[in-house]
Each structure stands twice: as C-alpha cells, then as structure tokens.
C-alpha cells in the first residue's frame, strides 16, 4: 500500500477539498419567441411559451 513520503501543507489540503464540487454555470439561450434569456428545454417565464406553443398565461406586470 502506497504510504506518503512528507505531511501534506495544510494550505495544499484545504484548497484541494475546497474544490471538490464547482459551481457549473448553466448557459442560458434566447427565447425564440420575446427573445429574453431563459434556462434551455425550460418555459419561458417572461412569454410563457414553450417550443413554439403557449403553455403558461403571464400576468401583465
């Protein structure tokens, strides 16, 4: 079984925990329809439709 040589820096441990798990920024797509940015293979909150058809009624703000 493999055993470490020196000690592990408490800097080099902390920052290899601290990115285990990054934020992955979702890409956001133009609404074909109102063309506002919207999360793809979602309805569009700002338009209510969803791949060409109206699925949500949006209230007038």
């Given amino acids: 079984m493999a055993v470490p040589k020196r000690k592990h820096s408490k800097a080099r441990t902390r920052s290899r925990k601290a990115n285990w798990k990054r934020i992955k920024i979702m890409g956001s797509v133009a609404c074909p329809n109102c063309h506002e940015p ?3 293979h979602r309805v569009c909150l700002n338009c209510g ?9 949006v209230k007038e703000k």
């Fill in 38 to 40: 919207k999360l793809p």
């Fill in 49 to 57: 439709t969803y791949k060409g058809r109206q699925v949500l009624t």
